[in-house]
């Protein structure tokens, strides 16, 4: 259950009981809209003062929920049990308020999370033929205990990437093979975040090193984000601009790339995508590449096996002087 629904279903509970009535949900309702616009602390603050003007248990129970979504499980615990020492709590709140708490202490919000998908499949070319891929992506972070800036809850944290590719061609016996590898930092102040890090990539034999700051605000369902990259292999700075609509059924972006060559900046790519948020995840991209002047796209589609498994099915093409197309099949794996 979301922190959201808690609240509402609370809300519903307490509202709904005589014996609770009080002036307090004013201020409830103003705690709520801080919350939703990411103002976690002002919301938090606004509860506080609440419990010495006008005392009402359900302050309690909605700190409990805010601190929970910041990731404090030991503050929510704290305050939802003592609101089950209130001897005006109605029975079906504190029966709900003791589910809620068995739930969080089995389910904790955890400060590191981390992911790995293996991926294995073969590519038919139409200039070059058939070609066996691999790949192999792992990410993590750790989020620090969050603190009061301006009323947002600011996390740090750090995070790490990796990610690796080998294509190995049957026809004439050659292998390519890319990896990529990022580490850094990170700040969170909803609705914004920061992330900086250092980058090392390997490519066609070719070992750069560089930087990457990338900054993001999210508007309700409206992610703006700017991307910044710097390398020792040309082009030695890359600024990317993208939005990202996520309405839950499905997600839509929108990126354009420059890079800065020749003393100046200059158009590189634009690129847009469409998904279905369902279980096949069905997608569509296109992509313009200035310098070139080549129109691409792909179609894709993934078909689960199991909650970690999956098969996924692209076909893609590039218009340009002459028409490219392939197909690919990959089987995918996400251990953890």
Same mark, same amino acid.
């Given at each position: 259950?979301?922190?959201?629904?808690?609240?509402?279903?609370?809300?519903?509970?307490?509202?709904?009981?005589?014996?609770?009535?009080?002036?307090?949900?004013?201020?409830?309702?103003?705690?709520?809209?801080?919350?939703?616009?990411?103002?976690?602390?002002?919301?938090?603050?606004?509860?506080?003062?609440?419990?010495?003007?006008?005392?009402?248990?359900?302050? &309690?129970?909605?700190? @409990?929920?805010?601190?929970?979504?910041?990731?404090?499980?030991?503050?929510?615990?704290?305050?939802?049990?003592?609101?089950?020492?209130?001897?005006?709590?109605?029975?079906?709140?504190?029966?709900?308020? &003791?589910?809620?708490?068995?739930?969080?202490?089995?389910s904790p919000p955890s400060s590191d999370r981390a992911h790995m998908l293996l991926g294995a499949g073969v590519r038919y070319q139409s200039d070059s033929g058939v070609?066996?891929?691999?790949?192999?992506? +792992?990410?993590?972070?750790?989020?620090?205990?969050?603190?009061?800036?301006?009323?947002?809850?600011?996390?740090?944290?750090?995070? @790490?990437?990796?990610?690796?590719?080998?294509?190995?061609?049957?026809?004439?016996?050659?292998?390519?093979?890319?990896?990529?590898?990022? =580490? #850094?930092?990170?700040?969170? !102040?909803?609705? =914004?975040?920061?992330?900086?890090?250092?980058?090392?990539?390997?490519?066609?034999?070719?070992?750069?090193? #560089? =930087?990457?700051?990338?900054?993001?605000?999210?508007?309700?369902?409206?992610?703006?984000?700017? !991307?910044?990259?710097?390398?020792?292999?040309?082009?030695?700075?890359?600024?990317?601009?993208?939005?990202?609509?996520?309405?839950?059924?499905?997600?839509?972006?929108?990126?354009?790339?420059?890079?800065?060559?020749?003393?100046?900046?200059?158009?590189?790519?634009?690129?847009?995508?469409?998904?279905?948020?369902?279980?096949?995840?069905?997608?569509?991209?296109?992509?313009?590449?200035?310098? +070139? !002047?080549?129109?691409?796209?792909? =179609?894709?589609?993934?078909?689960?096996?199991?909650?970690?498994?999956?098969?996924?099915?692209?076909?893609?093409?590039?218009?340009?002087?002459?028409?490219?197309?392939?197909? &690919?099949?990959?089987?995918?794996?996400?251990?953890?």
């Open positions: 259950m979301t922190v959201k629904r808690f609240l509402s279903l609370l809300g519903l509970i307490c509202l709904s009981a005589p014996a609770l009535a009080c002036s307090s949900d004013e201020r409830i309702t103003l705690s709520q809209s801080l919350a939703e616009r990411g103002k976690t602390f002002a919301a938090i603050n606004e509860l506080k003062d609440g419990l010495g003007n006008c005392y009402h248990p359900r302050l &309690k129970l909605e700190l @409990g929920a805010l601190y929970l979504q910041l990731g404090d499980l030991e503050s929510a615990l704290s305050w939802w049990q003592s609101a089950l020492t209130e001897d005006e709590l109605p029975a079906k709140v504190a029966a709900a308020v &003791k589910l809620r708490i068995i739930q969080a202490k089995l070609s066996h891929d691999f790949s192999i992506v +792992t990410a993590g972070q750790h989020r620090g205990r969050s603190t009061d800036a301006w009323g947002y809850p600011l996390t740090p944290g750090l995070y @790490g990437k990796f990610s690796g590719t080998n294509r190995y061609y049957w026809q004439n016996d050659t292998s390519l093979s890319s990896l990529l590898v990022t =580490a #850094g930092v990170m700040a969170e !102040a909803a609705p =914004a975040s920061l992330s900086m890090g250092a980058t090392l990539q390997n490519q066609s034999d070719s070992l750069s090193v #560089g =930087a990457v700051s990338e900054l993001s605000v999210r508007f309700a369902i409206l992610t703006l984000t700017t !991307a910044l990259q710097g390398s020792t292999q040309r082009p030695q700075f890359k600024i990317t601009e993208s939005a990202r609509v996520n309405s839950g059924d499905w997600t839509a972006s929108l990126s354009l790339e420059a890079q800065y060559d020749s003393q100046q900046w200059q158009f590189d790519q634009l690129t847009t995508k469409f998904r279905l948020n369902n279980r096949w995840k069905p997608t569509l991209q296109a992509e313009y590449d200035a310098p +070139t !002047a080549e129109l691409s796209g792909y =179609a894709q589609v993934t078909w689960p096996i199991t909650p970690q498994i999956g098969l996924q099915s692209q076909t893609g093409a590039t218009l340009s002087t002459s028409t490219l197309w392939y197909t &690919k099949l990959t089987l995918n794996w996400q251990p953890f």
